[in-house]
């Protein structure tokens, strides 16, 4: 069996790992970027990091004694996906370079064409495969703010996770447009480096404080000794972790207290009165992503840092033009607006069953059967798809639970002699109507964030807790599927 994976990042990785596990060693990853490392070869701006701990931002079978802090920097985290790489022997399988523009099955002969593109955007050889992996996950795809004449702008610009390094900011008057969480990482770190800096904020974040101390050398020796202290410290971050969302899932009880502690250490940092009255939120705790920073909040406080809650109405030559008709000249803006999360494997062109695609069966929102599998698209399965995001937790415990999933499935096809799988309909459908009630009375439901899509329906999160998600998913019910003939 062909299997093609659409992506190198921790998702595709784990794929690849867990099908190469049971034999299944006929596969290719597909990789757009020169190397292995997904959203953490692209997001390389100062001060890019994990806020979950890295002893459970890990796989759980390749876990590491030596990370340098609790939650280790990016580059460190590009460089264990690199060590993870070349120990499971995934290097070899990686076609960097590689964009996959469109995916195709074929119907008489029961197998996916996967049509691709080099950097250069000139077409090559279309791959044959008998299964398709869509490991591109949701945090890929760079949103520029919807702003009118945003290419009036003179200066100089970019998006963080398209950080230019070739650009000084030293000295320079800068715009940040954006306050989310990479522009929680980065805004503290170049703030003491230019001449000016005007953050635009259209949305306040609840923060909890970023406790990220190195590991001290007898540390490392302990874990590395006596692995189960590990395995321990990891359960410990696990149930920490978790307690997030708890507090998401009951706004009325944990979720208040988690509300008052967030809004105790936010006024305990923000001393001036003006930025507090602003960047104080006014939403329910975790209805939005909650943030962790101990540093962010002071550096909005600093003598060369402005914040503006002001909306921006168009950008001029000179920077952006707020409400208030004021203009903000400055040398360069950079755009922290995050990512088109929602979009999952689009634009890239799916089609399954039928001729139809993706999109169209994702015309009122996407949704999949655990977040994986969607009907009508045999053999297709999606890493990080609709509604297994993490509020409180790793996405890699959810990724590796999602590897193991489609690998039963493709087992399931090879013990029956089928060409394909693919999940029923209703199956799919009662599951989402089960999944979308589970919502109701949570404080995700309480203010609009990125978690929905147009219609207001959330197609980000999963609804409950990492331990249920690996239940749901440990074992594939072959009742809830039917199986294509190879006939």
């Not at 003006?274 to 705790?285: G, I």
């Amino acid at each position: 069996m062909r299997v093609v994976v659409v992506g190198a990042g921790f998702g595709g990785i784990a794929a690849a790992i867990e099908l190469g596990r049971y034999g299944f060693d006929d596969l290719e990853i597909l990789e757009a970027a020169p190397e292995p490392g997904g959203t953490w070869y692209f997001n390389r701006y100062p001060g890019a990091a994990c806020d979950v701990p890295s002893h459970l931002y890990s796989y759980s079978y390749a876990q590491r004694s030596e990370w340098s802090r609790v939650c280790s920097p990016g580059d460190e985290i590009l460089e264990y996906m690199r060590a993870v790489v070349a120990e499971f022997g995934v290097e070899r399988l990686i076609t960097p370079g590689t964009r996959v523009t469109a995916c195709r099955w074929e119907e008489r002969s029961r197998t996916w064409k996967v049509s691709v593109e080099d950097a250069d955007g000139c077409p090559g050889a279309t791959r044959t495969a008998d299964a398709v992996v869509m490991a591109t996950g949701q945090l890929h795809q760079p949103a520029l703010p919807r702003i009118p004449d945003l290419d009036c702008f003179s200066g100089h610009s970019f998006h963080s996770a398209l950080w230019d390094h070739g650009y000084d900011l030293r000295g320079k008057r800068v715009a940040v447009i954006g306050t989310g969480a990479s522009a929680t990482q980065f805004v503290p770190e170049i703030a003491d480096q230019v001449a000016g800096l005007t953050v635009f904020q259209r949305t306040p974040n609840w923060y909890l404080p970023r406790i990220n101390r190195s590991y001290a050398r007898p540390v490392h020796e302990l874990f590395r000794r006596v692995p189960v202290t590990r395995s321990l410290w990891r359960s410990l971050i696990a149930c920490y972790a978790g307690s997030l969302t708890v507090a998401i899932r009951h706004p009325r009880t944990a979720g208040r207290l988690g509300g008052a502690l967030s809004a105790a250490f936010m006024r305990k940092q923000l001393r001036d009165p003006e930025v507090r009255r602003s960047a104080l939120p006014d939403y329910q705790f975790g209805c939005k992503r909650v943030l962790f920073s101990s540093t962010f909040l002071p550096a909005l406080q600093r003598e060369n840092v402005e914040l503006v809650t002001e909306s921006i109405v168009r950008m001029r030559p000179e920077g952006p033009q707020t409400a208030d008709g004021r203009v903000h000249p400055v040398d360069c803006v950079i755009y922290g607006t995050g990512f088109r999360t929602n979009d999952f494997v689009l634009p890239t062109e799916v089609t399954g069953t039928g001729g139809r695609t993706l999109s169209e069966a994702w015309s009122g929102g996407p949704h999949a059967h655990l977040g994986i599998t969607v009907p009508r698209f045999p053999n297709l399965f999606l890493m990080y798809g609709p509604n297994t995001n993490t509020s409180g937790g790793s996405i890699i415990f959810y990724l590796e639970a999602q590897a193991g999933y489609l690998r039963q499935a493709l087992q399931w096809v090879q013990h029956n002699g089928a060409a394909a799988i693919e999940v029923r309909p209703e199956v799919e459908a009662a599951g989402n109507r089960a999944l979308q009630a589970r919502f109701a009375g949570t404080a995700w439901t309480r203010c609009d964030s990125w978690y929905r899509d147009g219609t207001g329906r959330i197609v980000a999160n999963w609804p409950g807790y990492m331990r249920e998600y690996r239940k749901r998913t440990q074992v594939l019910d072959p009742e809830e599927y039917r199986f294509i003939s190879s006939d």
